[in-house]
């Protein structure tokens, strides 16, 4: 069984920054693709970030050039570096592993991923 733990949440104004961490506490080498998610209130759950097993990356448009997904080996951790913060990037952003095959590429989808965390707030606002 996957354990996933975020933190790094907070508040922070229109273009600042904000780092996200997910610590894998079991399971990391059944893992072959971990992902970064949001939802807002009222809004479906959005893949922001994808890393994969082979260290490949996929954003999706709305946050590429913004958003910078890593994993330290080291620690089990899932980074995800988050540059000029907008309004529309308030949600609840979530952890989330898959275990066993890669998901097909080129998308990200939380149908796709097996293991998730408990979530963690991100609000932008002046």
């Known amino acids: 069984q996957v354990q996933l733990v975020e933190s790094g949440g907070g508040s922070v104004q229109p273009g600042g920054s904000l780092r996200l961490s997910c610590v894998v506490n079991?399971?990391?080498?059944?893992?072959?693709?971990m992902a970064w998610f949001r939802q807002a209130p009222g809004k479906e759950r959005e893949g922001v970030a994808r890393f994969d097993s082979d260290t490949s990356t996929w954003y999706p448009d709305s946050v590429k050039g913004r958003f910078t997904v890593s994993h330290d080996n080291a620690k089990d951790t899932l980074n995800l570096q988050m540059n000029s913060l907008k309004p529309e990037d308030t949600a609840t952003y979530y952890c989330?592993?898959?275990?066993?095959?890669?998901?097909?590429?080129?998308?990200?989808?939380?149908?796709?991923?097996?293991?998730w965390g408990q979530g963690t707030q991100v609000t932008v606002s002046s």
């Open positions: 989330a592993a898959k275990r066993g095959s890669l998901p097909p590429p080129s998308r990200l989808w939380p149908v796709d991923y097996n293991s």
């Open positions: 079991r399971g990391m080498s059944t893992i072959s693709s």
